[in-house]
């Protein structure tokens, strides 16, 4: 499993960029490359996922360059309620009969204030 | 909200009882999946079914520990002999086969506090 490596908290302010970066240096071929959000008190949601290159959503941009060694998640113009912990997480491992087995590291503690 | 519903959300019970969780996923999703969480860190993947079939185990799970998904639909968690170690967020996760390859669909977890 590729491991993974990201700031431990990030500080913003509302309506600015935020740049989150993750390193993962050991990704294989055939990784991809996830994010999820979790909120005090709730399960992870999905962000975004990619590949390589440049994914982009309704809720956030990733970036991918071509060596797929990092990736950086961009939340564009941010709010309060995008305080949260944002994990990064690379491939995962294929279960028998085809599920996947989500690998979380500690994730970065965005806070985002007025 | 996911649409992946957890029951109850909060459990307190002492050392030595045995305690039991529901998670009902998104109707027409085959796998489900039961992660724990303690505070500060990122969850950690217990188990997995698909559909009724119990199909990995992580080593976190031990003998206390069982897990059933008996008509493919719901799911339950069961703790029994419970330690203050135990003491987590219980997550449960839904995902539907063709969709994403990693996107799960995490219900709002259980928190258990064992006194």
């Known amino acids: 499993l590729a491991k993974t490596t990201q700031p431990i908290s990030m500080d913003s302010y509302e309506g600015q960029e935020v740049n989150i970066t993750c390193s993962h240096n050991n990704i294989a071929t055939n990784d991809y490359i996830t994010w999820y959000q979790q909120f005090p008190s709730q399960g992870p949601r999905f962000i975004i996922q990619g590949y390589k290159t440049k994914v982009t959503n309704e809720v956030a941009s990733l970036f991918i360059p071509a060596d797929r060694k990092s990736s950086t998640l961009s939340l564009p113009r941010v709010s309060l309620s995008d305080t949260a912990v944002y994990y990064c997480?690379?491939?995962?491992?294929?279960?028998?009969?085809?599920?996947?087995?989500?690998?979380f590291g500690t994730g970065t503690q965005l806070k985002v204030e007025l | 909200d996911t649409g992946v519903s957890q029951n109850p959300r909060h459990k307190i019970t002492k050392r030595g009882q045995n305690v039991t969780f529901r998670c009902d996923p998104i109707s027409e999703h085959n796998r489900l999946y039961w992660y724990r969480q303690t505070l500060g860190q990122g969850p950690e993947f217990l188990t997995y079914?698909?559909?009724?079939?119990?199909?990995?185990k992580s080593r976190l799970l031990s003998d206390r520990f069982s897990a059933e998904r008996p008509k493919g639909s719901f799911s339950t968690l069961e703790i029994q002999r419970t330690e203050q170690g135990d003491s987590a967020m219980y997550l449960c996760?839904?995902?539907?086969?063709?969709?994403?390859?990693?996107?799960?669909?995490f219900g709002p977890g259980t928190r258990l506090t064992v006194l």
């Open positions: 997480l690379v491939g995962g491992f294929i279960l028998t009969g085809g599920g996947n087995k989500l690998t």
């Open positions: 079914f698909q559909n009724e079939a119990q199909l990995e």
């Open positions: 996760a839904s995902s539907l086969g063709s969709r994403s390859y990693n996107e799960q669909f």
